[in-house]
């Protein structure tokens, strides 16, 4: 079956300490992942996005995440968080061999205490 | 600024009525999805439409209907309306019929809340 998991419905961290945003995945074949993030008020934008090139992919605003295939994880990270990154974030697995048929995961909720 | 627009913004109504939201892709998109995301459910892909047609369908309900119109602005009609109709509908546009990974971009969404 092919799904998406987004371990944490919500993290909270500390202004200028590491975060962490948990994402596996399941599916028969190597998918395409990406994370997505929506301030409040906002549609969502894309933050990154893995398409079976380097499994360490850069994103925007300093975030990046690895592509682990033994472990189907697509964790995303950042050094120092902002205030600004409080906002929700949807990892996403997408299927080449299925039409690119996309799903969304349910979402973690970054908030970033001062 | 993703370049697709998405009215209203907010649409508050009661239940039976019926509403439509409206949405016009990028510049040059083909391709226009629609999805809701509420608090139970998360994000669920409605329907797609490309150049007019429908191409594919996901969790829609029968009394949700939507159509592509010749200048590619999309409606979503929802109809006979329920408390738990109540959410966030985005729409989304991409140049291509198959959707290609990372590049779908997203309006701010139109909240309806149904009293």
């Known amino acids: 079956a092919q799904s998406v998991t987004q371990l944490d419905s919500h993290v909270s961290v500390s202004e200028g300490t590491p975060v962490l945003l948990r994402c596996n995945y399941s599916?028969?074949?190597?998918?395409?992942l990406f994370w997505y993030v929506q301030h409040p008020n906002k549609g969502l934008q894309l933050l990154l996005k893995?398409?079976?090139?380097?499994?360490l992919v850069k994103g925007i605003n300093g975030f990046e995440a690895e592509f682990k295939k033994s472990e189907t994880s697509f964790h995303l990270t950042k050094p120092s968080a902002h205030m600004s990154d409080a906002a929700e974030y949807f990892c996403?697995?997408?299927?080449?061999?299925?039409?690119?048929?996309?799903?969304f995961g349910a979402g973690t909720r970054l908030t970033v205490k001062p | 600024d993703s370049g697709v627009t998405q009215t209203p913004k907010h649409l508050i109504t009661a239940t039976g009525q019926r509403v439509t939201l409206r949405c016009s892709p990028r510049?040059?998109?083909?391709?226009v999805y629609w999805y809701q995301q509420s608090l139970d459910q998360g994000l669920q892909f409605l329907i797609q439409?490309?150049?007019?047609?429908?191409?594919a369908k996901g969790n829609i309900l029968e009394r949700f209907s939507a159509q592509q119109f010749p200048d590619l602005h999309s409606e979503l009609n929802l109809s006979s309306l329920e408390l738990g109709d109540s959410a966030l509908y985005f729409c989304?546009?991409?140049?291509?019929?198959?959707?290609?990974?990372?590049?779908?971009?997203f309006g701010e969404g139109s909240r309806l809340t149904v009293l």
């Open positions: 989304a546009s991409s140049p291509t019929r198959v959707p290609v990974p990372g590049e779908l971009f």
């Open positions: 599916s028969s074949y190597s998918p395409s």
């Open positions: 893995y398409t079976s090139a380097a499994t």
């Open positions: 996403v697995v997408s299927f080449p061999y299925n039409n690119n048929d996309m799903r």
């Open positions: 510049s040059g998109d083909l391709s």
């Open positions: 439409y490309y150049n007019g047609e429908e191409r």
